[in-house]
């Protein structure tokens, strides 16, 4: 046996031990380390028995030694600080040419930063986003690579091997960019991920308190969905946990504590989206949405303090939950298209040229928000690259058209039976706003000029051609500046 591995991965926990063993699953040999040294030794005896081809080591001197050159060494540990850490551990045992990967979920401007640091040292590195949780690791996730170009041949094969497919056969990965570009991929997938999970809730609160539905009913309302255009991992995995019961046979989920959690990432894409000047409402309501529901105990006390409408739902559930669907689709369609359209602007702001169809392809299998209409999105841009928003491409166009009414009366009837729905009426607010051609900033601008001096444009002038107004008379002619808010 050749004892020299192909590949080398720090971080035993259980995305670390799940892509070793999918690794060694397509003959590739993994040497691994653990900074808690017991964990290798554990893994071996456990989960990793009787593979002759994964070589613990105990030490880093050790682990090195048993990599092939030029040397590949992923690390799966925690973002910030603990990555820079491991990497200066690294430095001195390697030589030029040899490849650093950071697969956790760090922040793309680190990336950037590694990216840069580790090539003025003569050391490649990559950035990228492993998306499929525990099971996505084992079976095959969906991985988003960038970072110094020249790393890609050296992990290509292993990275697209043990890749998630799609029905065809495609990896779900492919080099995204430069830089902190993988991680900046990967961290508007989570942040759509937090819109997707959010937008699925409201349809369950809708369904419990508005129609008083059922577990067995709700569950049996996902299935259908889950049928139809719909089709998606976290509709499923709802369906699945409506149908789920805990020890005494009630629904388990009627038992979980209403406060959200989260790592982060959609909050980043928040700031990143506020960076730029991109309107991604609907992920930022998800990332509010989350946060107020921490308000626990305020909550609490202001149920029993404010009260809401005294209205009972009436009327045609079963045409409801058609209207449901169909507004949770168009809903769906504006989280992808903020998303998308946050990549463009990104990309224009760091230089990078991302291929918009073959990150939906890499998000269409293994990940958390593979869905059917993944496919659909990488055919509107193999169409039209140049696709300014997805809105405008002729198959999503039919959907919202089809699905406009059932969205309003939604929303609607939301309002009406006072059951929040943020990220549902905030992204019919986004299809109304976009599709305006006339928005009141117009007054917002005069309301600028009136307190700043701060200029507008006017519509019977060329653009760029800047005014300001002594609306008082005692104001003065000077104006402040010319900028953007």
């Known amino acids: ?32 380390f653990n900074r808690t040294v017991s964990k290798v030794d554990d893994f071996l005896k ?22 092939k050159r030029p040397r590949k060494i992923m690390l799966m540990v925690k973002a910030g600080p603990v990555v820079d850490k491991f990497i200066d551990t690294l430095l001195p045992h390697l030589e030029e040419g040899d490849l650093i990967i950071d697969g956790g979920n760090s922040h793309f401007p680190d990336s950037t930063r590694r990216t840069k640091e580790l090539g003025g040292k003569g050391f490649l590195f990559i950035g990228t986003g492993v ?63 937090y819109g997707d999970m959010q937008l699925i809730t409201e349809a369950y ?39 789920f019961r805990d020890e005494d046979g009630e629904p388990l989920v009627e038992k979980i504590l209403d406060t959200a959690g989260q790592k982060g990432t959609g909050k980043w894409t928040g700031i990143s989206a506020l960076e730029l000047g991109m309107p991604v409402t609907l992920i930022g309501e998800a990332v509010f949405s989350r946060c107020l529901s921490a308000l626990k105990e305020e909550r609490v006390k202001a149920a029993g303090i404010l009260k809401g409408p005294d209205v009972v739902f009436e009327g045609d559930r079963k045409g409801f939950l058609a209207d449901l669907e169909k507004a949770l689709l168009a809903s769906k369609i504006v989280s992808y298209a903020q998303g ?91 299809f109304d706003a976009y599709r305006s051609e006339r928005l009141p900033a117009n007054l917002l601008q005069a309301q600028r000029d009136y307190f700043g001096a701060h200029t507008y444009e006017r519509v019977d002038r060329p653009r760029g051609e800047f005014f300001h107004t002594n609306w008082t008379g005692t104001g003065g002619d000077v104006s402040s500046s010319t900028y953007n808010v």
């Open 1 to 32: 046996m050749d004892n020299k591995a192909d590949i080398g991965l720090i971080g035993l926990a259980v995305m670390g031990q799940n892509l070793v063993l999918n690794m060694n699953d397509r003959g590739y040999t993994v040497a691994v």
């Open 340 to 430: 998308f359209m946050l990549m463009g602007e990104a990309a224009k702001e760091y230089g990078w040229n991302l291929n918009y169809g073959r990150i939906a392809l890499m998000w269409r299998g293994g990940c958390i928000i593979r869905s059917a209409f993944l496919g659909k999105i990488k055919e509107a841009f193999d169409k039209n690259p140049e696709l300014d928003n997805l809105l405008l491409d002729e198959y999503f166009k039919s959907i919202m058209k089809s699905a406009q009414s059932s969205w309003r009366r939604v929303v609607s009837r939301a309002v009406e039976l006072g059951i929040p729905v943020p990220a549902i009426s905030t992204a019919l607010s986004f």
């Open 46 to 67: 456990g989960a990793a028995e009787g593979r002759d081809t994964i070589i613990g080591t105990h030490s880093i001197e050790e682990f090195i030694s048993k990599l």
């Open 205 to 243: 609160h809708l369904m419990k308190v508005g129609l008083e539905l059922s577990n067995d009913e709700m569950h049996e309302v996902f299935a259908r969905w889950n049928e139809g255009e719909l089709d998606s991992y976290l509709i499923e995995i709802t369906r699945d946990i409506m149908a």
């Open 131 to 193: 998306s499929g949780g525990e099971e996505g690791a084992r079976k095959g996730p969906s991985i988003m690579p960038g970072g110094n170009p020249a790393a890609w041949p050296l992990i290509k094969n292993i990275f697209q091997d043990i890749s998630a497919k799609t029905d065809s056969g495609e990896a779900c990965c492919d080099w995204v960019g430069e830089d902190g570009a993988g991680h900046y991929v990967k961290m508007v997938h989570n942040g759509i991920e």
